[in-house]
């Protein structure tokens, strides 16, 4: 059926109240509350639109991250993630938990110590975006360094030293080992 003819279509950047709620994972009611704290831009009419660029511009400016602050021992405060509206996926604590093959414990730490963004709630919500790019942070492994560069004669260099004491280590422990076995075998019960 032709949208020019259904007075119930709406154009495809535009949201009604529950396409939004189902993008932000919350409830319809939430998303009026939004509209009404004109936290959430929408355009008036009936039914109440909201364009997908002004939810994604809600979205980043909505996320935190924890920060450690300085002087008290382990305190974080929350403060704006300062991300750029994109397409975003949202998804619960235990989702992500589940995805990574954690507990959500570990998940909330992550959220709690500032490794990763999110935005606040009664149920906490995670951009997918932000997960791929921590998860893409703690997997990268910076190439080789090229040889004959100073970084790497600092590296062999560790390495050497790190391959002497090792071998340092076993030499005593072969010195030490006949005594030990000789303590050992007088400390021995007798059978009798």
């Known amino acids: 059926m032709d949208s020019s003819l259904d007075p119930?279509?709406?154009?495809?950047?535009?949201?009604?109240?529950?396409?939004?709620?189902e993008r932000?994972?919350?409830?319809?009611?939430?998303?009026?509350?939004?509209?009404?704290?004109?936290?959430?831009?929408?355009?008036?009419?009936?039914?109440?639109?909201t364009a997908l660029s002004d939810l994604e511009r809600y979205v980043a400016s909505v996320k935190i991250?924890?920060?450690?602050?300085?002087?008290t021992p382990r305190s974080y405060s929350a403060i704006?993630?300062?991300?750029?509206?994109?397409?975003?996926?949202?998804?619960?604590?235990?989702?992500?938990a589940r995805d990574l093959r954690r507990v959500p414990a570990t998940i909330r730490r992550w959220l709690r110590?500032?490794?990763?963004?999110?935005?606040?709630?009664?149920?906490?919500?995670i951009d997918e975006a932000d997960l791929n790019e921590f998860i893409l942070r703690r997997s990268y492994r910076p190439e080789e360094t090229q040889t004959g560069?100073?970084?790497?004669?600092?590296?062999k260099r560790a390495q050497e030293v790190a391959e002497i004491k090792r071998l340092a280590r076993e030499a005593a422990l072969r010195r030490r080992m006949p005594?030990?076995?000789k303590?050992?075998?007088r400390l021995k019960p007798r059978r009798g």
């Open 113 to 125: 110590t500032g490794k990763l963004p999110y935005l606040p709630g009664r149920i906490v919500r």
């Open 8 to 21: 119930n279509a709406h154009p495809r950047n535009m949201l009604l109240d529950h396409e939004v709620a």
């Open 24 to 49: 932000l994972r919350c409830s319809v009611s939430s998303v009026k509350r939004l509209r009404l704290s004109h936290a959430l831009a929408y355009h008036d009419g009936r039914p109440a639109l």
């Open 183 to 185: 303590k050992a075998k």
């Open 179 to 181: 005594r030990t076995l």
């Open 149 to 155: 560069t100073v970084e790497f004669m600092l590296k």
């Open 65 to 71: 991250i924890q920060v450690l602050m300085h002087g």
């Open 80 to 96: 704006p993630a300062d991300t750029k509206p994109r397409q975003f996926k949202l998804l619960t604590v235990s989702e992500v």
